[in-house]
């Protein structure tokens, strides 16, 4: 078999990107700045939930730490439509991307971290994530394919993702085995080369003062590991 050159530098890659210990950088210089750049992109309709509690913990917690600046793209409330456009079909040969996406990749870009805050429906993320998901991690901003096998492109960045659920914790972790959290950790996140790591809580179709501590915890563990260099 003839091995070229190129043929095993992009197989260094792969094994690298798939089974390598992945170097995660603290603050980018680039920021001007110490401080760490985070990404929260909020995809829940409800602004009094657990979900909105737990985005209130973080944002508290950052600004006493004062280790990190952050922006907040709501989903719902920016009304963002989640509906891929035949124009931007990458598979296609399309490769259209509007200019708010355009602006939600250079944001992804310059943020050293994100986190991801959205409910379980159907053991997986609401729509409208998807669709941002879809329409803005594309070939050739999140992943490129080489020798027909996907580089992530955006690596040297950390992710964490949180989500709760209404049924029991148990169930979701041991019958699904946390299918609406690992979608975005494994499949897409990792694919383009993102560290990242799942945070859920379970019985929490209601905001209660139970709910809140727990809540409350899981906030403080998720910005540990986000903001740990």
């Keep these: ?117 959205y409910p379980t429906w159907w053991q997986n993320m609401p729509a409208i994530l998807k669709g941002f998901m879809d329409r803005v991690f594309v070939s050739g901003f999140a992943f490129v394919y080489k020798l027909g096998v996907p580089i992530g492109l955006l690596k040297n960045k950390k992710a964490a993702v949180f989500s709760a659920t209404g049924g029991p914790r148990l169930y979701s972790r041991f019958f699904v085995k946390d299918q609406s959290v690992s979608v975005l950790t494994k499949d897409i996140l990792a694919f383009a080369g993102i560290k990242a790591r799942g945070f859920s809580v379970g019985s929490s179709s209601k905001l209660t003062e139970v709910n809140k501590p727990r809540l409350r915890k899981i906030a403080e563990k998720t910005l540990r590991y986000l903001l740990d260099k």
Excluded: T, W
């Design 1 to 117: 078999m003839i091995c070229y050159k190129k043929d095993v530098a992009v197989l260094a890659q792969l094994v690298e990107h798939f089974h390598g210990k992945e170097k995660v950088s603290g603050p980018n210089p680039e920021n001007g700045s110490n401080m760490f750049k985070m990404l929260i992109i909020y995809a829940h309709p409800g602004h009094d939930g657990s979900h909105a509690y737990f985005l209130e913990q973080i944002k508290e917690i950052l600004k006493d730490k004062q280790q990190a600046n952050y922006e907040v793209i709501d989903l719902y409330a920016i009304n963002y439509n989640p509906v891929l456009q035949y124009s931007e079909l990458y598979s296609a040969g399309r490769r259209e991307v509007s200019p708010e996406n355009l602006a939600f990749q250079e944001k992804i870009k310059a943020a050293d971290c994100l986190l991801f805050i």
